[in-house]
């Protein structure tokens, strides 16, 4: 609806001192008039349990200085009624002026649920109007209807939907003598959340003094009012909205449930879901990403060809050329994950995936409601973490916070993809499983599993007791918006290649400069050594030049600091060239890509600068004569970077989410030993 009414005049911010997204945006209701809309987060009643629902409701007791609203657009669902409203009877009786916009219409006729929209009108007294934002049905009406209601020929209705008064009548008229201009309803919320509120301490100190000379009594009154709001909309349902026998048959949508959400068939259908996403994510991705490759080989073989050899041809071609090369190759793969996650949730199936592991997670210390933060940690841990605001309980949500980087995200991607190329063959099982593809899930499947662990120790250690509740609303079964799946894909390209990539590219420049440029005295020291050596043996040039290149990368400023870590590394079987990559990594994971690129294309063996960066990998070779990339090393290094932390922007957001820089510290900390010591484990169980 928000996209429907803003088109793309809106931006993204946060509301201020809270960590929740505000949405605004420019809609034009007629000629010359323009509304500013802001998406508030959704909820389903004025009793608020979550930080995005506090939010929401501050701003409709009009308690947010900076977010005023004239008037508001109500949202709710035709399939579901009667739940929804309970709402809008709520938002009615604070006497803003509302219009309510009916979504779900279609489905609820497939329901067999029929609604008269004028009789519904006269009993709310406020308009309602019908629309399907998805096809732009309705949105005419619907702007129609908001220019008539800030016109004032639409009013908020005289009498209150219940008889908010005589819920607690001493109290509510106490209140009203200090805030004359306020709804029956308003003062009731007054009294409730009063402290809740930004009132001044003298306001507060009345307000408690009414409460206690009343002996108001906040959970009784709210029960009290839930059962009357019900009382009143059963009436108001038998009078505007005709509804089939329930023992008729069911959906199309609940038939499909009793499968996907079987206690047996569910979990094998789900784990066959993942394996097909993970193989699509590697197999399809491989034409365009080959395609991509070749272009750069070509392209940089062609610069070679004809530019001089000098500092600024090598900066070109080894640092820029090499860098970008290492961002684009990746934008297919990223394309297919993003493509396929948005095309589960745009057809209610992810909505099930949370059903379905809400037992598992409770064993680990979460809920449900964690799998969709974790499940969006596939594509980025940054709106991942802040996804779990939706988690009410305190601990579930500080767990899942702390585990959720654990999962694979798609800067992962890149490394993953250029590792299993190196050390795992070729190969199809059974002529149609690809082995690359099956490690690939492995990886994942690492991930989520020690996720799992993690989870399940540190409850151990963070000692809040809060309760949990898990509810969830599991929508219906939906065709997929393929524009929406494409708009997506697009979006995340663009964020990878301008976000990630600005931070490849200044890593790659910089790697470019450390591995041309060292100590002056020791690198005239090996220029004149090996101009020495052609001069003795010149029938020997080309080998005397390959050996001088390797020379003066080790010599370098990147080879020094390569050199230096390493005594800390080499039992994980790395060399100084992956440990610089370990280093730039920590900045962002996909950088690491980058670095290879520009570190081989510098030092490696072959003048040819257009030469795969996997085959250069694939050639390296220690000074004993042994591979670099062995088995055991390939796979300890794809264990590392699928449990460090190497993210600065990750532990950003954690910092901002938790309030506190002790959480991302532990978080830090705890993830980069276990890669460590899992990693080293692996290699020497491999070598």
């Keep these: 609806m928000f996209?429907?009414?803003?088109?793309?005049?809106?931006?993204?911010?946060?509301?201020?001192?809270?960590?929740?997204?505000?949405?605004?945006?420019i809609c034009n209701l007629a000629p010359g008039m323009d509304a500013n809309i802001i998406d508030l987060p959704g909820t389903?009643?004025?009793?608020?349990?979550?930080?995005?629902?506090?939010?929401?409701?501050?701003?409709?007791?009009?308690?947010?200085?900076?977010?005023?609203?004239d008037m508001l657009v109500l949202l709710a669902d035709a399939s579901n009624l009667k739940r929804n409203l309970l709402f809008v009877s709520q938002i009615i009786d604070l006497k803003t002026p509302v219009v309510v916009a009916l979504t779900m219409v279609d489905l609820a006729k497939r329901k067999g649920i029929d609604i008269d929209i004028e009789e519904l009108e006269r009993e709310l007294g406020v308009p309602v109007i019908p629309v399907n934002p998805r096809k732009n049905k309705g949105i005419a009406q619907l702007k129609k209807a908001v220019v008539q209601t800030a016109k004032n020929l639409y009013r908020a209705p005289f009498f209150d939907f219940i008889p908010n008064m005589a819920l607690a009548p001493a109290s509510v008229e106490s209140?009203?003598?200090?805030?004359?201009?306020?709804?029956d309803y308003t003062a009731i919320h007054y009294l409730i959340n009063h402290e809740n509120f930004s009132f001044s301490e003298e306001i507060q100190d009345t307000i408690e003094g009414i409460e206690q000379k009343n002996q108001f009594n906040p959970t009784k009154t709210q029960a009290d009012e839930i059962m009357q709001?019900?009382?009143?909309?059963?009436?108001?349902?038998?009078?505007?909205?005709?509804?089939?026998?329930?023992?008729?048959?069911?959906?199309?949508?609940?038939?499909?449930?009793?499968?996907?959400?079987?206690?047996?068939?569910?979990?094998?259908?789900?784990?066959a879901v993942l394996f097909l996403l993970f193989q699509s994510v590697y197999l399809v991705a491989e034409m365009p990403m080959n395609a991509i490759e070749w272009t750069f080989a070509e392209l940089g073989g062609?610069?070679?060809?004809?530019l001089p050899d000098s500092w600024w041809s090598n900066l070109l071609v080894n640092g820029i050329l090499a860098g970008l090369s290492g961002i684009l190759v990746f934008v297919p793969q990223i394309m297919i994950l993003f493509g396929l996650i948005t095309l589960l949730e745009d057809t209610g199936y992810m909505a099930r995936i949370s059903f379905l592991t809400d037992r598992l997670m409770r064993k680990a210390g979460l809920n449900g409601k964690?799998?969709?933060?974790?499940?969006?940690?596939?594509?980025c841990a940054v709106p991942a973490i802040m996804s779990a605001r939706s988690i009410e309980n305190r601990k579930e949500r500080l767990l899942t916070i702390l585990v959720t980087p654990l999962l694979s995200c798609s800067a992962r991607l890149p490394v993953y993809t250029i590792l299993i190329a190196l050390v795992i063959p070729k190969i199809l099982i059974g002529g149609i499983i690809s082995l690359q593809g099956l490690v690939m899930m492995g990886l994942y499947l690492l991930g989520t599993v020690m996720a799992l662990l993690t989870s399940y120790v540190l409850k151990l250690f963070i000692k809040w007791k809060e309760r949990s509740y898990f509810i969830l609303e599991l929508p219906m079964y939906r065709a997929p918006r393929w524009k929406n799946i494409g708009v997506t894909m697009a979006e995340k390209a663009k964020i990878f290649v301008t976000d990630a990539g600005k931070i490849i590219m200044v890593i790659s420049l910089i790697l470019w400069a450390l591995s041309s440029f060292g100590p002056s005295g020791r690198m005239q020291q090996v220029k004149m050594e090996y101009a020495q050596a052609k001069q003795g043996q010149p029938e020997k040039e080309a080998e005397w030049d390959r050996q001088e290149k390797s020379a003066l990368l080790e010599n370098s400023y990147a080879g020094l600091l390569g050199k230096k870590i390493e005594p800390l590394i080499r039992p994980l079987g790395y060399d100084w060239k992956i440990g610089i990559a370990i280093i730039t990594s920590f900045a962002a994971r996909e950088v690491f890509v980058g670095t290879m690129a520009t570190l081989y294309s510098v030092g490696d063996s072959d003048d040819e600068s257009s030469m795969l960066l996997r085959e250069k990998m694939q050639s390296a070779v220690?000074?004993?004569?042994?591979k670099v990339y062995s088995l055991a090393t390939g796979v300890s290094l794809?264990?590392?970077?699928?449990?460090?932390?190497?993210?600065m922007s990750t532990l950003a957001i954690v910092k901002r989410e938790t309030q506190s820089w002790k959480w991302p510290l532990l978080q830090f900390i705890y993830m980069t030993l276990l890669a460590y010591v899992l990693s080293l484990a692996a290699y020497q169980l491999l070598s």
């Excluded at 996209?3 to 001192?17: D, S, Y």
């Excluded at 964690?370 to 594509?379: D, K, Q, R, W």
């Design 302 to 306: 062609w610069l070679n060809s004809f």
């Design 370 to 379: 964690s799998v969709m933060p974790m499940i969006s940690g596939f594509a």
């Design 638 to 647: 794809m264990i590392f970077y699928a449990l460090a932390m190497q993210c």
């Design 175 to 183: 209140v009203k003598k200090h805030f004359p201009a306020i709804s």
């Design 3 to 25: 996209n429907a009414l803003t088109g793309l005049r809106q931006k993204v911010g946060n509301f201020p001192g809270v960590t929740v997204d505000k949405k605004t945006g």
């Design 44 to 69: 389903y009643s004025l009793y608020p349990k979550r930080d995005d629902e506090w939010v929401t409701y501050r701003v409709l007791l009009n308690q947010d200085k900076d977010v005023q609203p």
């Design 229 to 271: 709001r019900y009382g009143r909309i059963k009436q108001l349902m038998s009078l505007a909205v005709s509804e089939p026998d329930p023992l008729q048959k069911s959906l199309f949508t609940e038939k499909l449930d009793n499968i996907l959400l079987h206690r047996v068939w569910g979990y094998v259908i789900l784990l």
């Design 622 to 626: 220690r000074s004993d004569g042994t």
